[in-house]
């Protein structure tokens, strides 16, 4: 059985991850591949436990350390028990956010060392890079006015400043910057129809030069 591909997607808040995830399922099953979609924090039942752990706001505090081992330990649970599984059978992931997002969130936005980040995503998944991470680029008013307009209570990331979301997007497109073969930037400040559009050609582009039809 060939193994699936490892896509992940990612975007500071009101980048249109959200609605492009859909779009790029639909387009790979087209092409008669199996897809999972998921997300992180979360993505298993026990996962989104620690989901909620580290994004409800709530009286104790989570230094920005802690923060850091609780994203990886939602990633071991969800690569662990869905992740590598769905790999192994031929699907192909497409997963809402990946240790990119630790990266900017916590490298960049709280300042944690890239040293700690790289050895616990060594430890984690030191044998599973993405193939392809789709970076949906949108300056950080707009975002923030996208994601505030939903109307839903801020979690405790979101909670953030805009000076923090601009380390996280400028981090964003530095690493993209420095792995241009497997980044594909997509312009989020397009109407989101074109959004949809740039992300599933992207993700197709990448099939196609696969020579994968079928999983
Ligand atoms: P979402 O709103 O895209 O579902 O993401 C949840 C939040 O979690 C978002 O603010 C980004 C944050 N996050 C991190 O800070 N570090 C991580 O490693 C991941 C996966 C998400």
Redesign the pocket.
Known sequence: MKRGRFITVEGI?GAG?SSIMAAIVESLEHRGLTVCAT???GGTALAERVRAIV?EPGAETISSTT?TLL?FAGRGIHLDNRVRPALAAGSWIVC????D??RA??GA?RGVSSDFIESLARAVHGDLVPDVTLLVDVPVGLGLTRARSRGNAA?R??AETVAFFERVRAHYLSLAANEPRRFRVIDGMQPLEQVRLAACRAVLDYVDAQGNTAS
Not at 96 to 99: E, H, N, P, S, V
């Open positions: 808040e991850k997300r992180e924090p994004l923060e994203m809402d956010r990946f240790t997002a630790t969130y916590q936005g979690d990331i979101e």
